[in-house]
């Protein structure tokens, strides 16, 4: 009878209800406060529930290549047809007007730039995606914990890319490297900020 006893109050006391989201991965979450290890346990690596032993997302939650590649010529088009669209109206008006041309001229600079710059800086930060990623079931997310990135390691992200274009075959490097990069599939502008792509 008491081994029976001992056999419960064992079994409620090692029971734990599984995590909704194991490693931080996915959609964003409520941050949860892990509680302090008992004494002589040495806290769990990473942040990660039940003592993932290292840091970052398990191979299963990664994006895939072809999917980036494919968010990233969304994301493409996206940007680039409303500027198109501005552009022809701004030969429009230059054509008819050179004084209302200069004003056009200096908004289609002022939307190139924001456009280029912010978009995905601000995207990623405030809802860990931009509309391509997002269409595409993506995510990109910090190493350490899954959360999104701050604006400013999302926006050197994005301005990385932009330095690299200078480095001969600087460019191609930094999109192929997530093609052999182990074990996160990081490209260079992910490795700078400690960033990874996964799935949402």
Same mark, same amino acid.
């Given at each position: 009878?008491?081994?029976?006893?001992? #056999?419960?109050? %064992?079994?409620? =006391?090692n029971?734990?209800?599984?995590?909704?989201?194991?490693?931080?991965?996915? *959609? *964003?979450?409520?941050?949860? #406060?892990?509680?302090?290890?008992?004494?002589?346990?040495? *806290?769990?690596?990473?942040?990660?529930?039940?003592?993932?032993?290292?840091?970052?997302?398990?191979?299963?939650?990664?994006?895939?290549?072809?999917?980036?590649?494919?968010?990233?010529?969304?994301?493409?088009?996206?940007?680039?047809?409303?500027?198109?669209?501005?552009?022809?109206?701004?030969?429009?008006v230059?054509?008819?007007?050179? =004084?209302?041309?200069?004003?056009?001229?200096?908004?289609?600079?002022?939307?190139?730039?924001?456009?280029?710059?912010? #978009?995905?800086? #601000?995207?990623?930060?405030?809802?860990?995606?931009?509309?391509?990623?997002?269409i595409c079931?993506?995510?990109?997310?910090?190493?350490?914990?899954?959360?999104?990135?701050?604006?400013?390691?999302?926006?050197?992200?994005?301005?990385?890319?932009?330095?690299?274009?200078?480095?001969?075959?600087?460019?191609?490097?930094?999109?192929?490297? %997530?093609?052999?990069?182990?074990?996160?599939?990081? %490209?260079l502008?992910?490795?700078?900020?400690? =960033?990874?792509?996964?799935?949402?």
């Amino acid at each position: 009878m008491i081994d029976a006893v001992s #056999y419960w109050i %064992c079994r409620v =006391s090692n029971y734990q209800q599984p995590p909704q989201n194991p490693y931080g991965y996915g *959609p *964003p979450q409520p941050p949860q #406060y892990p509680q302090a290890p008992p004494p002589g346990m040495p *806290p769990m690596g990473g942040g990660y529930p039940m003592g993932h032993p290292t840091q970052g997302p398990p191979e299963q939650a990664l994006a895939s290549q072809g999917t980036r590649l494919g968010a990233r010529l969304l994301d493409g088009l996206i940007i680039m047809v409303p500027l198109i669209v501005v552009g022809v109206i701004n030969g429009m008006v230059a054509s008819s007007n050179k =004084s209302a041309g200069i004003v056009t001229a200096i908004v289609f600079f002022v939307a190139l730039i924001a456009a280029l710059v912010f #978009y995905e800086p #601000y995207m990623n930060s405030q809802y860990g995606a931009t509309f391509g990623k997002r269409i595409c079931g993506l995510r990109v997310a910090r190493l350490s914990d899954g959360q999104n990135l701050s604006f400013g390691a999302a926006l050197g992200r994005v301005l990385i890319t932009y330095v690299l274009i200078f480095v001969p075959l600087g460019n191609l490097l930094n999109v192929l490297w %997530c093609t052999w990069d182990k074990p996160y599939r990081q %490209c260079l502008h992910d490795k700078v900020v400690s =960033s990874v792509v996964v799935k949402a």
